[in-house]
């Protein structure tokens, strides 16, 4: 966050973070409902949800928490109040999943043509709802925080580490499926896909639309924080 949002600012920053997580929760729904599997994030808590009582976005929230947990484990004494808020984005999260589940039921299909293409547009969803969160320089979700907390650690790029978190949730997700379902359960070619996708829809975004990827942000090409310049023009 910067202080020299102002309040219109602040707003508009916080709205598209709010904006992004309803996109990502929609993405995770549909998914859901197209039943070729999840985005890796959300791999673990659709494995719950078909084993046990607890909805898709109930064990979403608690596994947000697990997570917050797991970052005061690696980060010790840098763990800080920044970590823990991730809570408040993270359970709108999971909140919005299963209200997107109720409201996307009707999308429901066994044709796989069309499991396909609604695994596709939730994708496309997904990054969306990525690309606006990332960039709205606000509150990071806890399957953000994890990433950025073992990328610390390690001294590694973030996107880097992104890419093992990704693959480790995916193999816990397998791991539960085969050890508690006695099947592969909730991870399938859409978890593949969107693993293998959604990152490059969101560089497709930031590079084609340039222009939307700064008033997101606030923050031009060059760094320069576009409040802080208008400020100074006038």
């Known amino acids: ?10 707003t508009k920053h916080f709205a598209c973070l709010i904006f992004g997580i309803a996109l990502m929760a929609a993405s995770v729904a549909m998914a859901k409902i197209a039943l070729l599997g999840t985005s890796p994030i959300s791999s673990v808590p659709n494995v719950l949800s078909e084993l046990t009582p607890l909805t898709i976005g109930q064990w979403t929230i608690v596994y947000m928490v697990l997570l917050i947990i797991l970052e005061w484990i690696v980060l010790g004494h840098y763990f800080d109040w920044h970590n823990v808020i991730q809570i408040i984005p993270s359970a709108f999260f999971g909140v919005m999943i299963d209200t997107f589940v109720r409201l996307l039921h009707f999308l429901t299909t066994s044709n796989y043509l069309l499991q396909l293409l609604l695994t596709l547009l939730s994708i496309v969803l997904l990054a969306t709802g990525v690309f606006f969160e990332v960039n709205s320089r606000t509150l990071m979700m806890a399957g953000e925080g994890i990433t950025a907390a073992f990328a610390f650690r390690k001294k590694m790029a973030f996107g880097r580490m992104k890419v093992r978190v990704d693959v480790s949730m995916v193999l816990l997700a397998l791991l ?4 508690f379902g006695r099947q592969l359960i909730g991870v399938r070619e859409g978890t593949v896909l969107s693993a293998l996708l959604s990152g490059r829809i969101v560089g497709l975004i930031e590079t084609h639309l ?4 700064i008033w997101v942000s606030g923050v031009t090409e060059d760094g320069e924080v576009v409040a802080t310049s208008v400020k100074q023009s006038k």
Do not use: Y
């Not at 340039?210 to 990827?213: E, N, T, V």
């Open 1 to 10: 966050m910067n202080n020299t949002w102002g309040v219109g600012g602040t």
């Open 210 to 213: 340039p222009k939307l990827k």
């Open 176 to 179: 539960l499926s085969f050890g």
